[in-house]
């Protein structure tokens, strides 16, 4: 769990500040895919959306599979409330990320600022273009769904490549390939986007009696 975890964090942190086009690409000819994804992230300030996210090998073997909800707010906010195996919350307030084992009683909490020195981390701090980041790489389409792959331009990323699928809605699932040659997939349904989200969603207090490391 760990490790799907840490990829969640690191690729929401990223996403949820990232801005499409750049003057490079504005005027290059753009795929469906990439028209969806510009549209995604320029005019998608809210989300919320079941998710079923499954662990597994780069061979296809499973290893874990959850399910739960995720709220995110642009830019730099999210929570993902994980419903099984096991209870666990995630929310960042925008200045800090706190992650909540229920079971464990146990919390983690860091600044999104600290330690950060490395892209794409330290694109926390601004809004960034994501052509300047990643190279964008269109796949292909089935159902509707245009998959793109972004493969970070900085060779010390913690991602070796991360696939999005779009239509003409919005995000639609997200792999994750990590350092720890895994892959997660996540699928979202139920999907609401652009509405009024409460503040406290994206709020965290520690429960009383738990173990809280860090700050």
Same mark, same amino acid.
């Given at each position: 769990?760990?490790? %799907? !975890? ?26 469906? =895919? ?22 597994? @090998? ?7 599979? @959850? ?7 642009? &830019? =730099? ?15 960042? +307030?925008?200045?800090? !990320?706190?992650?909540? +084992? ?32 990643? +190279?964008?790489? &269109? ?26 699928? *779009?239509?003409?809605?919005? *995000? ?17 349904? +139920? %999907?609401?986007?652009?509405?009024? *989200?409460?503040?406290? %969603? ?6 009383? =009696?738990?173990?809280?490391?860090? =700050?």
């Amino acid at each position: 769990m760990k490790s %799907i !975890i840490s990829s969640l964090v690191l690729f929401f942190v990223v996403f949820s500040a990232a801005v499409f086009a750049d003057d490079n690409s504005s005027s290059a000819k753009l795929t469906t =895919g990439e028209i969806y994804l510009e549209n995604f992230l320029a005019n998608t300030k809210s989300l919320e959306a079941d998710f079923q996210q499954t662990l597994r @090998t780069h061979e296809g073997e499973v290893l874990q599979q @959850t399910t739960g909800r995720f709220y995110l707010n642009r &830019p =730099g906010k999210f929570r993902w409330n994980y419903r099984s195996p096991s209870e666990q919350v995630i929310v960042s +307030d925008g200045e800090r !990320i706190w992650i909540y +084992d229920v079971e464990l009683q146990q919390v983690t909490v860091q600044k999104q600022s600290a330690g950060l020195s490395t892209t794409p981390m330290a694109l926390l701090e601004n809004s960034f273009k994501l052509h300047q980041s990643f +190279d964008v790489t &269109p796949l292909d389409e089935h159902d509707g769904i245009y998959r793109l792959k972004l493969v970070s331009k900085t060779k010390d990323s913690d991602f070796g490549e991360i696939v999005v699928g *779009l239509d003409a809605q919005g *995000l639609r699932f997200m792999q994750l390939h990590d350092q720890f040659e895994q892959v997660t997939d996540i699928v979202f349904s +139920d %999907i609401t986007t652009n509405s009024e *989200l409460a503040k406290e %969603i994206f709020e965290f207090i520690p429960p009383q =009696g738990v173990d809280v490391f860090g =700050g």
